[in-house]
């Protein structure tokens, strides 16, 4: 089945303690993003990345950091948690970035930061 | 940047139609989509519209695209309880989709 798959699904830290949300596509895709999700301010997102070793910043990109080794895989690393960093998170995939190519999402990591 | 807005909530009754709204910014969009979120889910796209249709159907769904006022509306039709969701829509900027805040449909049976 053609999925992105993140993991953990939920998450609770405290302040300070590096962690890593893992994102994993079955589709071959070539672009990958990062995106979190708090309430009235829709999707905005962290981080993306165009192909293997090309990464690139999103409009919210403090606190967070990525990599892509891999084309499948795409982890999303905070260093130093804070709590404004609780949110729900997600990652997503396309066959390229450009109009006319969809998003498929993975189901979403809640982290939680305290 | 773009900017993407919609209402936050929307409530109908069970059968009734919903109509969910978006302007958006960009005039250069080719795509216009619509997502839904279920709960406790990822987004699912729905549907979404070539920039040089008024309006695209299928099945329940209809949109209507005005981009001369750069007003995109998402219809559902004969509304049931799965409707229940978050719908955004969503523009495409140069490297990333930019998302509206998300409507909150509630159907009330």
């Known amino acids: 089945e053609a999925q992105v798959t993140q993991n953990p699904r939920y998450l609770i830290t405290v302040t300070g303690k590096k962690l890593t949300v893992t994102c994993s596509q079955n589709m071959n895709h070539e672009y990958m993003s990062w995106y979190r999700q708090d309430p009235g301010l829709g999707l905005r997102q962290i981080y993306y990345?165009?192909?293997?070793?090309?990464?690139d910043k999103g409009d919210v990109p403090e606190g967070y950091k990525v990599s892509r080794k891999e084309k499948r895989n795409f982890p999303l690393i905070l260093e130093s948690p804070s709590p404004n960093q609780t949110s729900l998170y997600f990652c997503?995939?396309?066959?390229?970035?450009?109009?006319?190519?969809?998003?498929?999402f993975g189901s979403g990591t809640r982290l939680t930061v305290v | 940047g773009e900017d993407v807005e919609q209402s936050l909530f929307l409530s109908v009754r069970e059968g009734d139609s919903s109509v969910i709204n978006c302007t958006y910014t960009?005039?250069?969009?080719?795509?216009l989509y619509w997502y839904k979120q279920e709960p406790g889910a990822g987004l699912q796209l729905l549907t979404y519209?070539?920039?040089?249709?008024d309006m695209k159907q299928d099945q329940r769904l209809t949109v209507l695209l005005n981009k001369k006022d750069k007003h995109l509306s998402l219809r559902i039709a004969d509304t049931q309880t799965g409707d229940s969701a978050i719908y955004f829509c969503a523009e495409h900027g140069a490297n990333n989709l930019f998302f509206g805040t998300g409507t909150r449909l509630t159907v009330i049976p």
């Open positions: 997503a995939s396309s066959l390229a970035q450009g109009e006319g190519h969809g998003y498929t």
């Open positions: 519209i070539f920039s040089n249709m």
């Open positions: 960009d005039s250069s969009s080719t795509y």
């Open positions: 990345s165009m192909n293997v070793e090309v990464t």
